[in-house]
């Protein structure tokens, strides 16, 4: 593969104006079919096979004329201070606001809290909700809806009333202003100073970006055919902006390692490609068993987005491979700083080279880091274990659901209606439970119904049982619908247990009795639906996702304990940084410093998202890092030197993508006023730290160091079986010493400069 990826780097960059306008007109074409495909589907989360999803399936097919996945949004009212809601004025004001609301744009009903005998008012009167539901689902909220919202709910404030809503209508999701060009501004000045040239640093920026564009456009194109949304490319755009400059930068990197080893620019365009290419493809591929693997979770939004995002990283390895050596070509020796231009005209080579393994040259950082973990690999092992087991010990404590509006900014008005409605009525009020019976007739649905409501309203943590409205039982009378309101909060473990009871206990009594099937549904229902599916898809994902990439990792390096060693980090890792979670989003230790104002339960799908998305990367860092290792090995340094060969060469380039990676994440954690962001941020800020630096740049030099030549052994008879990948390129260097173009002579290695990749 090494010869074959040598062949191509030289082609694209010897062609290099041809290769930039086939990606100019495919960009194109992408864009044109992107304009005319219509717009994408709006998100439609499903839940196959749990008690939620088939709730929900029910009431579509029974009610057809209701939208059982509409959007709700809930609007508490309160009085002036000393008054109460059910006052003449009051209670005008509020019907007057209800009325305006109910001309927005796509109302479906708006629950009247005075009917049924003032059921939507506190008992002390000062405290008032009604439910608004939209023939809409989540994805499908408009600008122009939430002003129309807004501007009926203004009515009422200016007659005294104080509204505060919580939902998408209310307060749609907004993506953190500033995040991305955190991330983008940390990332050109670590360019800059890795390269020394602002052309250079941008190389892989734009590369980088137009990878990230046609992968956008092709969501788009597809989105009609293949149903995806909007929030499809959500995660490819992430991963793709991520692992677009990380590719870019090792093989530029390199590129210009070749060139100061004293080859051509076509040839070390080629050698770039044919070595650090290869690199390149196997970790794409790593990424992309990881994000296809969300196959497995069975949530087909999920799948989705993994599958997306895994199209976007094979796009990415393309560009790397093409558009990277083209885009070498035509900025030529800018590749290199003004002052090396200087010094050298002709080619733009530096004239002075402050290797790392010549006498009187001073070691790089990372050969002074590696020669200092292997001095005493084992001291530094141990503490780097313990460090990573301390932080990872609260996930022992972790406790999995998914946040409420209870956890949002005070500020927020999501937050301060969540507050209003559990100080007038109880906690349970922010999540209520949609029960949904089904029976053969009429008289039997009526009589479960009743049997329902009545063992609800006698049970310990039920507040209120009420019917769903007017129309609660379908045109027939076999399917009815109601609701009930927990005494505890939506994120509450208690309500978990309830929930759960309800399901095994009422539900299972009721059809004993009536012959009639309840089902449990609702928003807090659903949640935990959604938590038991990611908690029983993470074992078998993890085992997956870490058995394929192993497999695929024993072929990179002809090695059983380099892929293990990798493995094992990687867990270290991913556990680290939930630890760090923990303490700070259900512990509250230093949430302050980030802007989190309330705990809670860590996101159900956060162990994981981080999986997949660490594992990833992380595979990136090892391929990157351990690859340049096994190179030296192969041409005949022992095992402690190509050690350090390894780390002279990659590990500036490592530590400025890591950098990039850190910046881009805690840039969301930061600036986003999310709780879930903030969470999703700090986790893969936390973990990319800890894999780059602790794991990768310390735990590995330190295994490397103490199994020594053990670490490139593989059982003979596994090694016959295996195909020969070749990603060190030595049947390149073959190839090469038979075309007269072999490797630098001693006189070129002694003028190698101190790497920047």
């Known amino acids: 593969m090494a010869t074959f990826l040598y062949k191509l780097g030289r082609l694209c960059f010897r062609r290099r104006w041809w290769v930039a306008l086939l990606w100019v007109a495919l960009l194109f074409g992408i864009g044109t079919a992107a304009s005319s495909a219509g717009e994408a589907p709006p998100d439609e989360f499903s839940l196959p096979g749990t008690e939620s999803q088939e709730a929900l399936d029910r009431l579509e097919e029974s009610f057809p004329q209701a939208n059982a996945e509409a959007v709700e949004t809930t609007i508490v009212f309160q009085a002036p201070q000393g008054e109460e809601l059910t006052s003449p004025d009051n209670q005008s004001a509020l019907e007057s606001t209800l009325a305006a609301l109910g001309d927005v744009d796509k109302t479906l009903e708006i629950s009247d809290p005075f009917a049924d005998g003032n059921s939507g008012v506190s008992e002390d009167g000062t405290t008032a909700y009604a439910i608004a539901s939209y023939d809409i689902t989540w994805g499908e909220v408009t600008e122009e809806m939430t002003e129309q919202f807004n501007a009926a709910a203004e009515q009422g404030e200016e007659a005294g009333l104080t509204i505060e809503s919580s939902g998408e209508i209310a307060e749609p999701e907004e993506e953190p202003a500033g995040a991305e060009a955190i991330g983008i501004?940390?990332?050109?000045?670590?360019?800059?100073?890795?390269?020394?040239?602002?052309?250079?640093a941008g190389l892989p920026l734009i590369t980088a970006l137009i990878g990230v564009?046609?992968?956008?456009?092709?969501?788009?194109?597809?989105?009609?055919?293949?149903?995806?949304?909007?929030?499809?490319?959500?995660?490819?755009?992430?991963?793709?902006?991520?692992?677009?400059?990380?590719?870019?930068?090792?093989?530029?990197?390199?590129?210009?390692?070749?060139?100061?080893?004293?080859?051509?620019?076509?040839?070390?365009?080629?050698?770039?490609?044919?070595?650090a290419g290869s690199a390149v493809v196997f970790a794409g591929l790593t990424v992309i068993i990881a994000l296809a693997g969300l196959a497995v979770v069975n949530v087909p939004l999920l799948t989705k987005m993994g599958m997306a995002a895994a199209a976007q990283v094979a796009l990415a390895v393309v560009i790397a491979l093409t558009l990277v050596p083209a885009a070498m070509g035509i900025i030529g020796k800018r590749i290199f700083g003004r002052r090396s231009r200087k010094q050298n005209p002709e080619t733009g080579v530096p004239v002075t080279f402050p290797g790392a393994f010549s006498k009187g040259r001073k070691e790089n950082m990372g050969t002074r880091w590696s020669r200092g973990v292997l001095r005493r690999p084992g001291v530094v092992l141990v503490l780097s274990i313990v460090g990573l087991g301390a932080l990872a010990a609260p996930v022992s404590n972790m406790e999995l659901g998914i946040p409420d509006a209870g956890m949002r900014n005070e500020d927020t008005t999501a937050r301060q209606a969540y507050d209003m409605l559990s100080e007038g009525f109880g906690p349970g009020f922010n999540g209520r439970l949609m029960l949904v019976v089904e029976g053969d007739d009429r008289t039997e649905t009526e009589a479960a119904v009743e049997q329902v409501s009545n063992e609800l309203s006698s049970m310990d943590g039920i507040a209120q049982v009420a019917p769903a409205g007017p129309d609660s039982y379908n045109d027939d009378g076999t399917v009815a619908q109601l609701f009930a309101f927990p005494t505890t909060g939506p994120a509450d473990h208690d309500t978990t247990t309830l929930v759960e009871h309800i399901r095994d206990v009422v539900a299972s009594t009721v059809e004993q009795d009536t012959n009639a099937e309840v089902l449990v549904a609702g928003l807090t229902a659903s949640n935990i639906d959604f938590s038991e599916v990611m908690n029983d898809a993470l074992v078998p994902y993890l085992a997956l996702v870490v058995g394929l990439a192993f497999i695929l990792l024993i072929l990179v390096f002809r090695s059983i304990l380099v892929p293990l060693k990798a493995a094992l980090g990687f867990l270290l890792s991913v556990l680290g940084a939930l630890g760090a979670v923990v303490l700070v989003f259900q512990e509250g230790i230093g949430a302050e410093l980030i802007g989190v104002e309330e705990t809670g339960p860590i996101m159900s799908m956060m162990p994981i998202f981080m999986v997949g998305v660490i594992f990833g990367l992380a595979?990136?860092?090892?391929?990157?890092?351990?690859?340049?290792?096994?190179?030296?090995?192969?041409?005949?340094?022992?095992?402690?030197?190509?050690?350090?060969?390894?780390?002279?060469?990659?590990?500036?380039?490592?530590?400025?993508?890591?950098?990039?990676?850190?910046?881009?994440?805690?840039?969301?954690?930061?600036?986003?006023?999310?709780?879930?962001?903030?969470?999703?941020?700090?986790?893969?800020?936390?973990?990319?730290?800890?894999?780059?630096?602790?794991?990768?740049?310390?735990?590995?030099?330190?295994?490397?160091?103490?199994?020594?030549?053990?670490?490139?052994?593989?059982?003979?008879?596994?090694?016959?079986?295996?195909?020969?990948?070749?990603?060190?390129?030595?049947?390149?260097?073959?190839?090469?010493?038979?075309?007269?173009?072999?490797?630098?002579?001693?006189?070129q290695r002694e003028r190698q400069p101190e790497p920047v990749g």
Do not use: C
Request: no cysteine; glycine share 10%; proline share 2%.
């Open 185 to 200: 501004g940390v990332a050109l000045v670590v360019l800059i100073i890795t390269f020394g040239s602002l052309v250079a």
């Open 213 to 275: 564009m046609a992968g956008t456009l092709g969501i788009a194109a597809l989105a009609t055919t293949l149903g995806l949304s909007a929030t499809t490319g959500i995660l490819a755009t992430m991963i793709g902006l991520a692992v677009g400059i990380d590719y870019a930068l090792f093989i530029a990197s390199r590129y210009r390692a070749e060139l100061m080893a004293g080859h051509s620019r076509e040839e070390a365009a080629g050698r770039a490609v044919g070595t």
């Open 619 to 747: 595979m990136d860092y090892e391929v990157f890092l351990v690859t340049r290792m096994r190179e030296a090995h192969v041409h005949g340094e022992d095992s402690k030197q190509s050690v350090i060969t390894g780390f002279n060469l990659n590990a500036r380039v490592v530590t400025a993508a890591a950098i990039i990676m850190i910046s881009v994440f805690a840039g969301f954690a930061i600036v986003s006023t999310e709780s879930m962001v903030k969470m999703i941020g700090l986790g893969l800020a936390t973990a990319v730290l800890l894999d780059a630096f602790v794991v990768r740049m310390t735990i590995v030099p330190a295994v490397m160091g103490l199994i020594g030549e053990r670490a490139w052994s593989l059982p003979r008879w596994l090694d016959k079986m295996l195909p020969n990948v070749d990603v060190e390129g030595e049947s390149l260097e073959r190839y090469l010493e038979a075309q007269g173009r072999g490797r630098p002579t001693a006189e």
